[in-house]
């Protein structure tokens, strides 16, 4: 499996961005997918995950301003990330649950991209 993620960048606080990640490669199936921020000196942390039947959690700092969503014909997630705040500041990492062709249950981690939110 490999994993592609855009849409990072800098921008002022109270702004949006939409970050994307693609999902690519032999597989037999692709469960929950999400997105995890790890800012500097911190742990990673999850900020929303979507699950193949279009089930969404979001972390609790998140809620009411970020907006997980799937494309499951594209293998595709998105992450539409609004009212962004200075603490939002932090490299974004995607993660994908999936079952290879012998069944056995992976999870498989992008290379993250950054995100800087402005004062």
């Known amino acids: 499996v490999q994993l592609q993620a855009s849409g990072g960048g800098l921008v002022q606080a109270g702004g949006s961005l939409r970050l994307s990640c693609a999902a690519s490669g032999s597989f037999y199936s692709i469960n929950d997918m999400g997105w995890y921020r790890q800012a500097p000196g911190e742990r990673r942390e999850l900020v929303a995950v979507i699950t193949g039947g279009g089930t969404t959690n979001y972390d609790n700092s998140v809620k009411g301003r970020f907006t997980i969503s799937r494309d499951n014909a594209k293998n595709t997630i998105y992450l539409q990330m609004n009212s962004l705040k200075v603490e939002d500041t932090a490299v974004y990492y995607c993660?994908?649950?999936?079952?290879?062709?012998?069944?056995?249950?992976?999870?498989?981690w992008g290379q993250g991209t950054q995100v800087t939110v402005s004062s």
């Open positions: 993660n994908v649950q999936y079952r290879t062709r012998m069944l056995n249950l992976e999870t498989y």
